[in-house]
């Protein structure tokens, strides 16, 4: 099973040239193979495949036109892939899965610098470190997360990739199923929530991470950012700011959002591991109306920041992998409603109920006593 992770890494300013250069060539590779392709149909030409294009770069047209050169002053294996790509969009475009295919622009392209392994010391990766191809070491910022060769993980390929001027690896990794064995402990019921984000039957509980101190700056932040923006705008229109200056502060932008976005999946995968690692023998969790909570004026901001989507989705592939059943419990059980004790409902709860009281005697917090009857629920999906 191949499996793929993604980290941020830290290159040098060398490496950095280097990978700017070989997504650059793989960009004009892409859009070149397109364009000569529309040529070839608008002269009533067959199609050309990527495997026949890159032989006719090689052989033909780059020895014709040594101006064109530098296409090979890059990792040949990235400019192939590029290709390959493009020549899948047409594909895609030829059975009707998709419209013709597009020209990646400069400002806003996804094209990633591929890579292989080749040979034995391709693509060796370290706690901190990892070689790619014609880059060399190169650093990563979060030290672990890559599963090492050193403890028999061989990364198959992977890819670089820049956003918002932060670079990142992304590689795909061989991962024997299953890996996960021993002893399950009793199950486990989530209440998540908008005030504490996940509340776990076994007492722990994950706080909301955006009403952190950290978070809570970055916000004013991205504030302060936008209003400057806008003022950028203005001056713009008056002719007192400039196009470049704009840009600039839109980079800035970009940059705040993606540190708070990166805090926020950080915490994601850090309470998934941490829940996953007690071994339960199943995770029982509520069928969450996102989209009906999003429709709530009042709400939408504060569900969307918590990615709720996302964390089911990791979760399910963090159950899968360690054999854990994710238990789905349909969005109508009444988990908060529920004393967990006496088992009666209790119909007039209102959402700033913090403290159950039954009138059988049992008090509890409101999220536990819904955490709990989450891992008691009898009538459930499991999660396929
Ligand atoms: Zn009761």
Request: charged content about 30%; aromatic content about 10%.
């Amino acid at each position: 099973m191949l499996k793929s992770f993604k980290t941020e890494i830290n290159p040098t300013e060398e490496q950095k040239h280097k990978i700017n250069k070989t997504i650059g060539t793989c960009r004009y590779i892409y859009n070149f193979y397109i364009a000569h392709n529309k040529e070839l149909h608008d002269k009533g030409e067959k199609f050309m495949s990527g495997k026949a294009f890159s032989v006719w770069l090689n052989n033909e047209y780059i020895p014709n036109n040594p101006d064109k050169i530098w296409i090979r002053e890059v990792y040949s294996k990235a400019v192939k892939h590029s290709m390959e790509d493009a020549c899948t969009a047409f594909t895609r475009f030829f059975k009707h899965q998709s419209g013709f295919p597009r020209f990646k622009k400069k400002s806003r392209s996804d094209v990633k610098m591929y890579f292989v392994k080749n040979n034995p010391r391709d693509c060796c990766c370290e706690r901190h470190r990892m070689n790619i191809p014609t880059l060399g070491w190169v650093r990563f910022k979060e030290k672990g997360y890559v599963p090492t060769t050193k403890d028999g993980w061989i990364i198959r390929s992977g890819t670089v990739s820049i956003k918002a001027g932060r670079y990142y690896v992304s590689a795909l990794v061989d991962v024997p199923e299953h890996k996960f064995t021993g002893n399950f402990t009793e199950g486990i019921g989530i209440d998540l929530g908008i005030k504490d984000f996940a509340i776990v039957s076994n007492g722990r509980t994950y706080k909301n991470i955006n009403k952190s101190a950290k978070i809570k700056k970055l916000e004013k932040q991205l504030r302060r950012g936008q209003r400057c923006l806008s003022r950028k705008y203005e001056n713009f229109k008056k002719g007192e700011s400039t196009q470049r200056n704009i840009q600039k502060q839109k980079l800035k932008i970009q940059k705040i959002h993606q540190r708070i976005n990166n805090i926020r999946t950080d915490y994601i995968n850090k309470t998934i591991a941490e829940i996953v690692k007690t071994k339960p023998s199943y995770i029982t969790i509520e069928d969450l109306n996102v989209r009906g909570m999003m429709k709530n004026r009042h709400l939408s901001k504060a569900v969307a920041s918590q990615k709720f989507y996302e964390f089911k989705a990791k979760l399910k592939i963090k159950c899968d992998d360690n054999g854990i059943k994710l238990r789905i419990v349909d969005r109508f059980y009444p988990s908060s409603k529920l004393c967990h004790c006496c088992g009666s409902i209790k119909t007039d709860l209102k959402l700033s109920d913090r403290i159950y009281k039954c009138d059988c005697g049992y008090v509890e917090d409101r999220d536990f006593n819904a955490s709990l009857n989450l891992r008691d629920a009898t009538t459930y999906e499991i999660a396929l």
